[in-house]
Structure formats: C-alpha cells, structure tokens
C-alpha cells in the first residue's frame, strides 16, 4: 500500500516511524514549511522532515494547499506531486493545514487521521491540553475517515487510555504519540484487507479543544487549588504557566495540592511558606505547594535550587 503521509510535529514524527517500520511504502510526505527556533533563530526543519530525509522520501512544504488561496504555486506544486505520488491513502497526523476537498478526494482511500482524544470529545488544535485541563480520566486516540469538517469524520478505530495520576501534556503526548502509531498501522493493515468498517460519531458529547492562547496560560490564584494544578500539568511542558512576582515573569511546572483549606486572612497568590520542599501558595479555596519553577532566561529548577536564586519570603505574592 502506498501511503502519502502529512505531518509536522514530534507528534507525527511516530507515527511515521511506525509507517515505515511496518513495510508501507511513503513516496511522499508532507510537513510545515521549516521555522526560525532556538536561541539563534535559525531555521530548522520539523521533526517530520527531519525523519522523512533520513529515510530518503520526498518532501513537500507548501505554504497553503488551497489553489485559490494566498500561495497558488505552493498548492499547484503540492498537487503535482500528491499526483505523482499514485498513492492509496494519506494518513494525517497533526499537519497544521486544513485539507481541501481535493486533497481529500485525492487517493483511493481518502485521508486518514490520527487524533489524539476519544471522539467527539476534543474535536480541535489541543486535546491533549484540555484533556488534563479538564480533569478527564481517561482520553485516547481515534482513527478517523477525514471530510471537509473540524474532526467530524467517521470513526475508524478507538482505543481508550487512562491518565495516569501527576499526568502533564509532555508525559501524555509521548504515550499517545506510541497509540497512535501502533493504531494507524493496525488500521492500514485492514484497509488493505478490505476489512475497515466506519462508525459515525456521536451527536452527543461534542467538546472543542481550543487552540492554546498564551493568556490562558497565566494563573489567577482565585480559581480553585485543583483547577490551577490541573493547569500547569496542562501546560508542561508548553506554554508553560506563568505568574509575576515584583514584575518578573516565573514560569510554574510542576506542583502538589498542599491543603484544601485558605486562610481566610491572606490574600490570593500571598507566598505561606518557601522551603526546599516547595513553596506554598493561597489559591481560592486551599494551598498549592510549587515544586518546579523557572525565571525568566533561565532553566526549569526544583524548588530547593529555584530558592538559592531567588529569595522569597512568606508574605510576599504572586500576582
């Protein structure tokens, strides 16, 4: 079976690793075109590209695939070789395009997406935030038969995954990025059998994964404790939670619920305690005990070295 495969983060980096170790054949990938990262804002290829050069495929980076869009050439040249490509399905893992219809229509089997929630909940940018954001217990990934809607299409297969307890982002991604490459292998297997059978999705249960805004990234201590350590494990390792203390920027990571109970004589965010084995902050309706920081330039430090740096005293706030 000959696979066009469209991707562009770590991410997907998996799954077309799977792809590949599994014997399909890939004559063509698909990937963001290359951006400026790192301190010396050089430009640097996405982990996908990275892969796909590695193991000698083609490689395309078309700005648009819209032929009537603001980059033309780019999609025409996309088409040609998507074309060339003779290909019997493309498999899509968060690409960072949106799939026209013609792109959609072009193989023999459609496009085939990897998405990182149990549909139809987290349709959208960031499942596997929200899902920890929101507290869920479990989340997944579903193979799905693409259209031209948000994450609509049919459900191909679905396996469930149970969060494990002090889950971030970075830890979830990387267990689903393995799912999903076990399942889009196990799902091209069946294909090629004729043995795939797709299920319409439930109306019922529909949530959307918003894109990560940076703003929501910053804490407002009079949430709740378990709102807010929900948070920083949502946003580890990106964007990463932020608070300010006397005008300087502090990026939060880890942290524990250190009391259900507040004081009702401190304002929120006012510091209780910072010791090495954390620092004790009021939230809306208890303590959260910090345990992983980082200043602004520096590196993400436990508490203990964060202190040496940084004198905090009981009674001082975040803001």
Same mark, same amino acid.
């Given at each position: ?6 991707? =562009? ?21 698909? =990937? ?288």
């Amino acid at each position: 079976m000959r696979v066009i495969f469209a991707g =562009t983060p770590d991410f997907a980096r998996e799954a077309l690793h799977r792809l590949v170790a599994a014997g399909f054949t890939v004559p063509l990938v698909l =990937t963001q075109p290359d951006r400026p990262a790192g301190r010396g804002m050089k430009l640097q290829a996405s982990p996908v590209k990275q892969l796909a050069q590695q193991q000698h495929i083609d490689v395309a980076q078309p700005r648009s695939l819209r032929l009537d869009g603001k980059y033309p050439g780019d999609a025409a040249a996309a088409r040609a070789a998507i074309e060339q490509a003779r290909a019997d399905v493309m498999v899509v893992a968060a690409y960072g395009l949106i799939l026209p219809q013609w792109v959609l229509d072009a193989p023999r089997l459609g496009c085939l997406n990897i998405h990182a929630s149990l549909l139809p909940r987290w349709r959208g940018a960031a499942p596997i935030h929200r899902a920890i954001e929101a507290g869920d217990a479990e989340t997944g990934v579903t193979i799905m038969q693409m259209d031209a809607g948000l994450d609509t299409g049919d459900m191909l297969l679905v396996e469930r995954l149970a969060l494990a307890p002090g889950e971030t982002t970075g830890s979830l991604h990387d267990r689903l990025a393995v799912l999903g490459g076990r399942l889009i292998v196990e799902a091209l297997e069946m294909a090629a059998c004729g043995g795939m059978t797709p299920k319409p999705q439930p109306a019922q249960g529909v949530t959307y994964a918003h894109k990560i805004d940076k703003a929501q990234a910053r804490v407002d201590w009079s949430e709740p404790v378990a709102v807010i350590e929900r948070r920083l494990r949502a946003f580890n390792p990106f964007p990463g939670a932020y608070t300010e203390l006397e005008g300087e920027v502090v990026k939060l990571f880890c942290s524990q619920i250190e009391s259900n109970e507040c004081p009702s004589d401190k304002g929120y965010g006012t510091i209780l305690f910072a010791n090495p084995q954390g620092i004790g902050v009021v939230c809306g309706d208890g303590v959260l005990r910090l345990t992983e920081l980082q200043r602004a330039g520096g590196r993400r430090l436990p508490a203990a070295d964060f202190l040496r740096g940084f004198d905090l005293k009981p009674g001082m706030a975040f803001a």
